[in-house]
Each structure stands twice: as structure tokens, then as C-alpha cells.
């Protein structure tokens, strides 16, 4: 088979001599690809050390990509993108970690050039992979020792840890925001403050911790016997030293998130031990900077969720909202019982079929702004879903949730207006309910953006009245058409004459100014039965008169 692939390729049929020579004499592992047939010409030596097929395969990375370190996997695919740039003749160099037949990991680089013919097509690439061990630990910028030394470090730390049944930290510390201070100033702004700030580290640690210069901007340490008390002053000094060097440049200004994990309580793998340091410093970073976070693996888990729930979500985008439904709720006309229109309810369904909960998944939707482009696909189709009801109800009306994300772009506007000219569908027809209105602030900006629909015709609604304590005042700053008045409101309506006088007088009061009232959670008839005699109420909804339905059932009942 190997004679075989090798007279396929002219190229490397002539140079295989010189090859194996080569191989014999090289402390790395030379490696040559035709890039026009594919075949790869491998050193037996590295075809030894990572169990590969053969010294003469096709696919290379059929049988390389899965040996490396998943979290090096966009470091590998992004540097053979740079290689093969058209017109760039330079040589190229690669770091990152594989796996070899032991299952261990080691830091290799990969050092290459691309031969082009003389149109300039890419026809040879040939390099050498030489394994970390043998370069020096020490990082180029700072001078201080790097991750492939970090790496040899942990591991050992951890062996001695377990042998004296001792326990030991790995703390990773990530400067905050430095991607955009390296934007605002010039070139070599990076490697000066990284220089200095890692100086200015090493200089309050204690002697016998060494400091290590790991990606990007972020550092590590190792202590082989340690407490939380005093990882967490040695974080306290780090931040002291960082405002130090704020003060020395009134203009820059440096402060940094920490995660830590201890051994062997949260594991004897330094991989991964490794990996949930790095985690526990993004969800420090996440939950607000200059924090230390211990890991800890229920947090461990929820931030997992949350990122796997994210990546669902974007996937799901990129199939156009693929795995996401709208279910619809009924409102009716609280005196006449009549069906007069549904709030559409956004659900997501998982891989096992089960439908999760709302508060679950609306929260990071929101938090990652996906919420904007899920939002168009909610105003598409119920907006659709509403001109077809309407063949059985012509006033059919339909509500739809808006975040305040959504309101800072104009994306809301755009499709809005898209959507109700698509389906010919009058605008006097959509309700535009804004929720978390406990947490805006800028009233004036929000008004704003609403007096645009309001303009077209489309009704505006505060939604979850009552939650909180300055819905009241809210009534001041907001100007809307219809205010829905949560269930908080009406859980006690039959038992206590407090809550019967303020839901009464919270109705006439926002009847007064104008707006329509709609009342939530109604479950039980004779809560129905007094809101509708003895209060005034507009509109009805709640599972009294119908629980949350997919689109299909729903459309059974009109």
C-alpha cells in the first residue's frame, strides 16, 4: 500500500532518498505532504511515538486532528489557514499539544515552509514536528517561565501531593478587558505591559512560587501545600500590585479575575485540574471582574450547562431556530368570555423531547443576546400564525414578549415592519409586551423605541405588573396601551379584602390613565367570576381558560 501511495506522487518519489537519510540525523520529526495527491511522507520515529498508520499515509488528519488537545484544535486549524495564505512565502510555526501512544500530552511545534510552482500554486509543504522538551522553558516576552514548564510543574506538584497526602492549588489569573487597552494604544503596548505586569506579580509572591506566563494574557501559579486563606490573600496582593501599576499611568488601567482549584479534592489529573482552573477563571470573569472563583464542581456543572446550552442555541440559530416553538396561550374577554387573542410563548425542546422551562433557557438567551436573532424567528411566525387564525376569527390578536435587548438595535423595527407587510396582516393586531421592567433604567431611550411601533399601530404592553416594589411609579415613566397585572396579584383575591380593594383600585386607577387591563394566573372560576363582576377587568388569562398549547392543538380549539 505504502509503494502504492508513494508512486502516486512524482514529488515524493524523488526526494524519499534524501528523506531517509534525513530522519536518521533530525531531532524532530520531518514531515513532507503533496499537496496536489494528499500523500504525506511521515519519519518512522514519530509514526512510533503517536501509533500512526504508516510512514506513508493520505489524510494526515484523519489520524493527527483526534491526538490533539481539543482546546489546541483551534490554535492547529487556524495556523494551516495562515500557511496557505495565496502570496505569503514566509515560514510558519504551530504550537500545541498531542497526544501520544501512552496517552500522554506534550507541547509540540510544528516549523514549515510551502514550496509553489511558478504560477504560485501551493504544490510541497515540508517541515519538521519537534517535541517542546527540548526548547527552553522560558517565555519570550516576559521572561518568565512558560505553559509547556506550567505544564511539567503541575504534574509533579500533583504526584507529590497525592505521595504526601497533601493538598496544593493551581491558580490561573487573567487580566481584565486587555484586548481592548491593546486596541486603544500602540503595537508594542502589548508586550511592555505584559512585561511589566507579570514583574510586578512575581514581585509579591512569596520566593518559592514560581509565576508562569500561559496563553494570552493570563498567568499561573502552583502552591504544593496550601489553603483557601492564603490563595485568597495572594490574590488580594495581585490586585494591590495591579492598582500600584494603574497609578504609575493615570491613562491605563489594569485589573484582573483569578480561578483556583485544589488537589486532590477536585481531582488528580493535571489536565484537568488544569481545566477547571481555566474554567473557574472564565466564570469569574463572567460574573464580574477582579473576583477569584474556587472551583467547585456544582458551579462546574451549571457553567457547563450553560455553555453547552449556548452552543445548542447558536447551532439551532444556523438551522433556522431548529429545536425551538412557539407555544400560545389563550386571552379572552373577561366579561364575555370570548377568545380574542394568544400570547405567544417561546419553548425549547431537548434532544430527549422534553420541553424546558422557560425561566431556564430565556435567561442565557438574553445574557448572550441570541434573544435578537431568536426574536425575529418569534415575530415571523407568530405574526404568520395570527393572519392564519384570523381565517376563523377576524379579530384575532396576538402578543409577543420583547426583552430590552432587543430594543437596542433597530433589528426589532426592521422585522417588525417585515413581518406585518409579508403577511398582510394590520398592524392594530400585534401586542409588543415588554418584560424585566423592573430593570431598565433609561426610560426616555425605551419610550423612545416604542413610540415607533406605537406610530404603526402596534399596541405596547407592560408585562409581570405587580412584580417587584416601584411598579407603581413605573405607570409615570411608561407609556403604553395595556398593562397585564401578574398572578401575584390575584393568588389571594378570594381570602384577603386587601388584596380585593388593590387589584379593584389598581384596575380603575390604570383604566383611569387610559390603558387596558389584563389580568394573569387566573386558574380557578371563581377568581374569574369576581374579577369580571367586581372588578372591571379587560382582559383574562390563565389556565382557567387554557394552559400553554403548540401551535397545532391551539388551532384544534379555534
Given at each position: ?183 486603544a494604544y500602540e503595537k508594542h503596548f502589548d508586550d511592555v505591559a505584559m512585561r511589566e ?362
Amino acid at each position: 500500500m505504502a509503494e502504492e501511495l508513494l508512486a502516486s506522487s512524482d514529488q515524493l518519489q524523488r526526494i524519499k532518498f534524501y528523506f531517509d537519510i534525513l530522519q536518521k540525523t533530525a531531532e524532530g520529526y520531518p514531515l513532507v505532504t503533496d499537496l496536489r495527491t494528499g500523500v504525506v511522507l511521515l519519519s518512522a520515529h514519530m509514526v512510533e511515538e503517536y501509533d500512526l498508520p504508516g510512514t506513508v499515509i493520505t489524510n494526515f488528519d484523519r489520524y493527527w486532528a483526534p491526538l490533539i488537545y481539543s482546546e489546541d484544535l483551534d490554535t492547529y486549524e487556524s495556523g494551516y489557514d495562515h500557511i496557505f495564505e495565496p502570496g505569503d512565502p514566509g515560514e510558519h510555526e504551530i504550537e500545541y499539544r498531542v497526544r501520544n501512544r501512552k496517552g500522554e500530552y506534550s507541547w509540540v511545534r510544528f516549523h514549515c515552509a510551502v514550496g509553489r510552482d511558478k504560477s504560485g500554486a501551493p504544490v510541497l509543504l515540508s517541515g519538521f514536528i519537534t517535541k517542546m522538551d527540548r526548547i527552553l522553558h522560558a517565555d519570550p516576552v516576559t521572561g518568565l517561565l512558560n505553559r509547556f514548564a506550567f505544564d511539567r510543574a503541575v504534574e509533579d506538584s500533583v504526584a507529590s501531593a497525592i505521595a504526601k497526602g497533601e493538598m496544593g492549588a493551581i491558580m490561573m489569573v487573567g487580566l481584565d478587558n486587555f484586548h481592548l487597552l491593546n486596541e486603544a494604544y500602540e503595537k508594542h503596548f502589548d508586550d511592555v505591559a505584559m512585561r511589566e505586569i507579570g514583574q510586578s506579580i512575581a514581585n509579591v509572591l512569596p520566593t518559592h512560587l514560581n509565576l508562569y506566563k500561559l496563553d494570552g494574557n493570563e498567568f499561573g501559579l502552583i502552591w504544593p501545600h496550601t489553603s483557601r486563606e492564603e490563595v485568597e490573600i495572594i490574590f488580594s496582593s495581585i490586585q494591590l500590585c495591579l492598582r500600584e501599576a494603574k497609578e504609575a499611568n493615570a491613562n491605563v488601567f489594569f485589573s484582573a479575575s483569578a480561578g483556583a482549584v485544589f488537589y486532590p479534592d477536585s481531582g488528580t489529573e493535571p489536565l484537568e485540574l488544569q481545566k477547571h482552573a481555566k474554567a473557574a477563571l472564565e466564570m469569574a470573569k463572567e460574573q464580574g471582574r477582579e473576583q477569584l472563583l474556587v472551583f467547585s464542581q456544582e458551579e462546574y456543572r451549571d457553567w457547563l450547562r450553560f455553555i453547552n446550552l449556548q452552543h445548542a442555541f447558536e447551532e439551532s440559530i444556523e438551522k433556522g431556530c431548529q429545536g425551538f416553538q412557539l407555544f400560545f396561550q389563550p386571552q379572552v374577554d373577561a366579561i364575555t368570555k370570548e377568545l380574542i387573542g394568544a400570547e405567544a410563548l417561546l419553548r425549547w425542546q431537548e434532544e430527549d423531547g422534553q420541553v424546558m422551562s422557560p425561566t431556564v433557557f430565556i435567561p442565557i438567551l438574553e445574557r448572550t443576546r441570541l434573544i435578537i436573532p431568536v426574536g425575529r424567528w418569534i415575530v415571523e411566525r407568530a405574526v404568520r400564525t395570527c393572519k392564519e387564525w384570523q381565517k376563523y376569527r377576524p379579530e384575532f390578536q396576538m402578543s409577543i414578549n420583547v426583552s430590552l435587548c432587543q430594543l437596542e438595535t433597530t433589528d426589532l423595527r426592521e422585522c417588525v415592519k417585515a413581518a406585518l407587510e409579508k403577511y398582510d396582516l394590520p398592524s392594530k393586531y400585534l401586542t409588543l409586551e415588554l418584560t424585566e421592567s423592573q430593570q431598565i433604567s433609561n426610560w426616555q431611550f425605551v419610550n423612545e423605541q416604542f413610540d415607533y411601533f406605537r406610530q404603526m399601530g402596534v399596541k405596547v404592553a407592560m408585562d409581570d405588573f405587580g412584580v417587584g416594589y416601584s411598579s407603581l411609579a413605573l405607570l409615570k415613566f411608561f407609556t403604553c396601551d395595556l398593562i397585564k397585572i401578574d398572578k401575584v396579584f390575584v393568588d389571594n383575591i378570594l381570602d384577603s379584602e386587601f388584596d380585593r380593594r388593590l387589584v379593584k383600585y389598581t384596575i380603575q386607577l390604570c383604566q383611569s390613565l387610559g390603558m387596558a387591563v389584563c389580568i394573569e394566573g387566573v386558574e380557578e372560576k371563581e377568581v374569574y367570576e369576581y374579577l369580571a363582576q367586581n372588578c372591571g377587568a379587560d382582559v383574562i388569562q390563565g389556565f382557567y381558560f387554557g394552559r400553554p398549547e403548540p401551535e397545532r392543538i391551539f388551532c384544534e380549539r379555534l
